[in-house]
Every structure is written in C-alpha cells, then in structure tokens.
C-alpha cells in the first residue's frame, strides 16, 4: 500500500510558476512509475507529466512540454512537478498517482486505468 500526499498548489499570475510536490509513503515507492494528472471542472482527468521507475523516462502532455518539468528523488519517496510560464488554462486539481503494476524500468504509464493510487489533489488556479 503506498499513501500519496500532495502539496504545492495555489493561486499564481499567468507566467509564474509552481512547485508540486507528492509524498509518498511505502517502502516499495522507488519501484513504483509514477504521474501527475489534473481535472478541471467538466473535463476528463489528463496526465500532464509522467516518470517511470528508473527516473530516465518521462511523458509530457503536448501543452505542458517546454514548461512542465517531472522529476524524482528516491532517497525523499517525493516526485515533484515543476510548472513554469503558467496559463489560465493550467487550472485545474492537480494529482499524483503512483503505478505499481509496470516490471519495466522504462515504461511509463499515462492512462489513468494504469494507475493504482492516487492523492487527494491540490488545486492550482492561474489568474489572468
């Protein structure tokens, strides 16, 4: 069983940035690929960013590539998600999902079907 937190998110002008940050409990973590997905209201749950066990591989949604940055550190069981030059559209509650299910170091799951636990979600709202 591995427990997610996330912190991190708040209210920020378009062109900031913010730095989430998800931790994860569990001794099994480092084996774990894990993701970030958002969910703005009326909208399906999309994975923005994703990194795979081995910390080599990483996805990015086309409108968060260049901008969004994905990265973990084993030794703190946290994976963080860097956003810079933020818009309006980035509003959204933002989640950290972990996969437990992936055997290969360099898969890196993106369907939320291929994840098995989830945080609770912190908002980030980018005012114009």
């Known amino acids: 069983q591995v427990h997610l937190v996330e912190s991190g998110g708040g209210l920020v002008q378009a062109g900031g940035s913010l730095r989430l940050s998800c931790a994860a409990s569990?001794?099994?973590?480092?084996?774990?690929?894990m993701g970030w997905f958002r969910q703005a209201p009326g909208k399906e749950r999309e994975c923005v960013a994703a990194?795979?066990?081995?910390?080599?591989?990483?996805y990015y949604v086309d409108s968060g590539k260049g901008r969004f940055t994905i990265s973990r550190d084993n030794a703190k069981n946290t994976v963080y998600l860097q956003m810079n030059s933020l818009k309006p559209e980035d509003t959204a509650v933002y989640y950290c999902?972990?996969?437990?299910?992936?055997?290969?170091?360099?898969?890196?799951?993106?369907?939320?079907?291929?994840?098995?636990?989830w945080g609770q979600g912190t908002q980030v709202t980018v005012s114009s």
């Open positions: 990194i795979g066990r081995s910390g080599l591989n990483t």
């Open positions: 999902a972990a996969d437990r299910r992936s055997t290969s170091w360099g898969y890196v799951p993106r369907a939320p079907l291929e994840y098995d636990y």
């Open positions: 569990g001794r099994t973590y480092s084996s774990y690929a």
